[in-house]
């Protein structure tokens, strides 16, 4: 069993930890809060609490709950650690794996320079394999990436340009904004498509990122040049068989991202989460070299999948075609 350890257990770092524990051939050995909060009431009724650092330990015994110790403790126990803690603390906590010598992972709020290797299940799994430290790529730059392997596998592509309308924050944080304003991104491009080139090698990709006052989730427009030349029935199934990217249709209903994140709970999801890329099938359009289509992002969950493979190629523990059918198969992860 993989011994898996979690800095962090906020938006994708308790998702994470119900993931890894859902696989065969894993284990969450602990997992890391900075303050004895509701999430950490009930996180200590399924796993074992640590405090990131000694001072801290007092403050959760106060609110009667079980801590097994501090960070540094667990990560003597743990094979893995996947750090979930806010955008920059990663780096930060890079030494402290190092001296513990213990494998992490980091997440997309990181500088791909931290760790030198960028990770997409899809497009660039072995480059991972028995690697040290590894950052998965963010929420949008996942979604851009699964749906640009696939059709950089079938027609070759080279260019994409995609308009990513951001949601403004998660649903459970009440600190950000905006509240009444539609908020462009000063920086062009955005830092999405030198991200994307970091785990899918193409030889363009430029992104513009808008951000709108939601809490939902992403919708990318893309527009891609390919190789080949296409026409409008060439992409009639275009990502058929690809279990993390799901069609949605508004014959079906689903005109918006109220509805996606509505199917998501139908779904029976906890926490209605929706691990697959939504892509409209009405949107998916081709003439000549010209593709394009609509895709939904859900950027609480859209990553956990990836962290769990990353895990599995870090460890060789199993190779690609294995460990998606296995994440895939425990999390019920499904598709067109």
């Known amino acids: 069993m993989i011994k898996v350890a979690i800095n962090g257990y906020g938006t994708i770092g308790r998702r994470v930890a119900d993931a890894v524990r859902m696989q065969k051939d894993m284990t969450v050995v602990g997992i890391v809060k900075a303050n004895p909060d509701y999430v950490a009431q009930e996180a200590s009724k399924t796993f074992r609490v640590y405090a990131i650092m000694k001072e801290n330990i007092e403050a959760f015994r106060k609110e009667n709950i079980d801590v097994q110790g501090e960070l ?3 990560l003597g126990e743990a094979d893995i650690v996947v750090d979930a803690t806010p955008e920059g603390q990663g780096e930060k906590n890079i030494e402290l794996y190092r001296k513990h010598k213990v494998k992490a992972i980091l997440q997309g709020g990181e500088k791909s320079s931290v760790t030198g290797i960028s990770f997409n299940a899809y497009s660039n799994f072995t480059d991972s ?18 749906t640009m392997s696939v ?5 070759g592509v080279m260019k994409v340009d995609a308009t990513l309308v951001r949601r403004a924050t998660d649903p459970n944080d009440s600190r950000k ?3 009444n304003s539609i908020e462009p991104s000063l920086k062009f491009p ?5 991200d994307l080139k970091t785990v899918v090698q193409i030889p363009e990709a430029t992104t513009v990122a808008i951000k709108v006052p939601t809490t ?3 919708v990318h427009s893309v527009n891609v040049t390919t190789e080949k030349t296409l026409a409008q029935n060439d992409v009639s199934d275009l990502f058929s068989g690809y279990r993390r990217i799901i069609g949605v249709s508004g014959k079906a209903g689903i005109t918006s991202t109220a509805q996606v994140m509505d199917m998501a709970r139908e779904m029976g999801r906890k926490r209605g989460d929706l691990f697959e890329i939504a892509v409209w099938k009405e949107s998916i359009y081709a003439s000549g070299n010209n593709l394009r289509y609509i895709q939904a992002v859900h950027q ?3 990553v956990v999948p990836e962290n769990v493979d990353a895990i599995r190629s870090m460890m060789q523990a199993m190779d690609k075609e294995k460990s998606l059918s296995e994440t895939d198969r425990a999390m019920q992860i499904g598709g067109i």
């Open 72 to 74: 540094e403790t667990l």
């Open 129 to 146: 394999w028995g690697k040290d430290y590894v950052r998965v790529v963010s929420c949008n730059t996942t979604g851009l990436a699964r």
């Open 151 to 155: 059709i950089k596998e079938k027609f």
């Open 177 to 179: 904004g905006p509240i």
């Open 190 to 194: 955005s830092h999405h498509g030198p």
């Open 216 to 218: 939902l989730m992403h």
């Open 300 to 302: 609480e969950s859209d």
